[in-house]
């Protein structure tokens, strides 16, 4: 079965430390994986995507993820937490086929505490 | 959310009324999707169009109708027989189906009272 998992629900850290919220996926073929970043009552932010080629994958407002194909995992990384980084992150992966349908994970929590 | 449009922003129903949400998009975007998002269980898709007078169910169509007769417009209904409407809705667009990436409204925030 396709399926896309977040185990943290709340990741915790100072400003100014690394943060990384983990994702893992299960899907046949190779994986399309996205990050998305959600602030309270907003629609969803695109953050990176991972297509192919380079696994360490750099996106919007200083993040990054790094694909890695046997552990079946797409981590989402920063290397200084902001206050402002604080919100609902989703990790997301195209399913099989060409419908471009996505699968999302159930969401981390992000607290950045200053 | 830029180029998405969704509207109302708050919408609040009556037991047994339909109700319909709309969304816009000016990206020149094929595809448009629909989803719901409940607390702790992540996005779920309703309903997804790849172009122009053709849809397709997603995970959770049921109580739920769609049209696409316009390629920037994609509204959803949200009838009677939805069981448990109360939620927030979230519209997409991608260029086309495939490996491109999603683009998301702003949503909606149906109540049912």
């Known amino acids: 079965a396709q399926s896309v998992a977040q185990p943290e629900d709340q990741v915790n850290v100072a400003e100014g430390n690394p943060l990384t919220v983990k994702c893992t996926y299960s899907?046949?073929?190779?994986?399309?994986l996205f990050w998305y970043v959600q602030y309270p009552n907003r629609g969803l932010q695109f953050l990176l995507k991972?297509?192919?080629?380079?696994?360490l994958v750099k996106g919007s407002y200083g993040f990054e993820a790094e694909f890695n194909k046997s552990q079946t995992s797409f981590h989402l990384k920063k290397p200084s937490a902001l206050v402002s980084d604080s919100a609902l992150y989703f990790c997301?992966?195209?399913?099989?086929?060409?419908?471009?349908?996505?699968?999302f994970g159930q969401g981390t929590t992000l607290q950045v505490k200053p | 959310d830029g180029g998405i449009t969704q509207s109302p922003k708050y919408l609040f129903r009556k037991e047994g009324q339909n109700v319909t949400l709309s969304c816009e998009q000016n990206l020149n975007h094929d595809a448009m999707y629909w989803y719901r998002q409940d607390p702790g269980q992540g996005l779920r898709l309703i309903y997804y169009?790849?172009?122009?007078?053709?849809?397709q169910k997603g995970d959770i169509a049921e109580g739920y109708s769609v049209s696409r007769e316009k390629k920037e417009s994609f509204p959803l209904t949200v009838t009677s027989a939805q069981k448990n409407p109360t939620a927030f809705y979230l519209c997409?667009?991608?260029?086309?189906?495939?490996?491109?990436?999603?683009?998301f409204g702003p949503g909606t925030r149906l109540t049912v009272l």
């Open positions: 997301a992966v195209r399913r099989s086929g060409n419908t471009g349908k996505l699968i």
């Open positions: 997409a667009s991608s260029i086309s189906r495939g490996r491109d990436t999603q683009y």
């Open positions: 899907v046949s073929g190779n994986p399309y």
């Open positions: 991972y297509i192919t080629g380079d696994n």
């Open positions: 169009s790849q172009i122009v007078n053709d849809f």
